[in-house]
């Protein structure tokens, strides 16, 4: 699977933009753009996902470079339910073998500051 | 969103007695469902990928005889840690994809978690 990087950490205060960078410069043509975030001693939460173009839904939006080399997720005001571990992830559009399977790498712990 | 749970969220027993997970898709069906373990401060490590009615795939180092994974419906997936140990106290976190066959990628939903202990 095509890795990610993430920075370890990011900092926030409450009510203010947030956008977590993510790096995938060997992203191949089927693999699409995940998000999930995990809070503290829960399951991951699915967040947003996408292919080429922008998405947006109620918890966030997804920015993808037009060479898709890097996206951003973008929450529009963070609130202290935000704090959280995001992880971006790359999946293959195939499910044979371990295809479309969601490999997680290290993630961002984002902090919200009242 | 749909929604995956998992029984119990904790649990502890003695080394060398055998722990059973469930996992259920509430309101959707779930061809594929996985298994996930993680130790503190570390991420998610896939341990297993199962398929309704057929043997489990396990990721390499991961022993099968240890970890029994059953995927007897398309809403129940049940993981059995064999014989445990101190070593397998972790956090076990089960997964499943949202069959529809008509959408570029299935979303994949996650249970929250059983800590499991091993005295």
């Known amino acids: 699977d095509a890795k990610t990087t993430q920075p370890n950490s990011m900092e926030s205060n409450e009510e203010e933009p947030v956008h977590l960078p993510c790096n995938h410069s060997?992203?191949?043509?089927?693999?699409?753009i995940h998000w999930y975030r995990q809070l503290p001693s829960q399951g991951p939460e699915y967040v947003i996902h996408g292919l080429t173009s922008n998405v947006n839904n109620r918890m966030a939006s997804l920015a993808i470079a037009e060479d898709r080399k890097s996206s951003t997720l973008i929450l529009h005001r963070a609130t202290l339910r935000d704090a959280a571990v995001y992880y971006c992830i790359l999946r293959d559009r195939g499910y044979g073998g371990s295809q479309g399977n969601l490999i997680f790498g290290k993630g961002t712990k984002l902090s919200v500051k009242p | 969103g749909a929604v995956v749970s998992q029984h119990p969220s904790r649990v502890i027993c003695k080394s060398g007695t055998s722990v059973k997970i469930e996992c259920r898709s509430l309101?959707?069906?779930?061809?594929?469902m996985f298994w996930y373990r993680q130790f503190p401060k570390q991420s998610l490590m896939l341990m297993a990928t199962?398929?309704?009615?057929?043997?489990?795939?396990?990721e390499q180092g991961v022993e099968k005889d240890k970890f029994l994974i059953n995927h007897a419906s398309l809403t129940l997936s049940t993981l059995t840690v064999t014989s445990a140990h101190p070593e397998d106290s972790s956090f076990y976190i089960c997964?499943?994809?949202?069959?529809?066959?008509?959408?570029?990628?299935?979303?994949?939903?996650f249970g929250p978690g059983t800590r499991l202990l091993v005295l």
């Open positions: 060997t992203i191949s043509g089927t693999d699409y």
């Open positions: 309101d959707f069906q779930a061809t594929t």
């Open positions: 997964s499943a994809r949202e069959d529809n066959p008509g959408a570029a990628q299935e979303t994949q939903y």
């Open positions: 199962s398929n309704e009615g057929s043997k489990a795939t396990y």
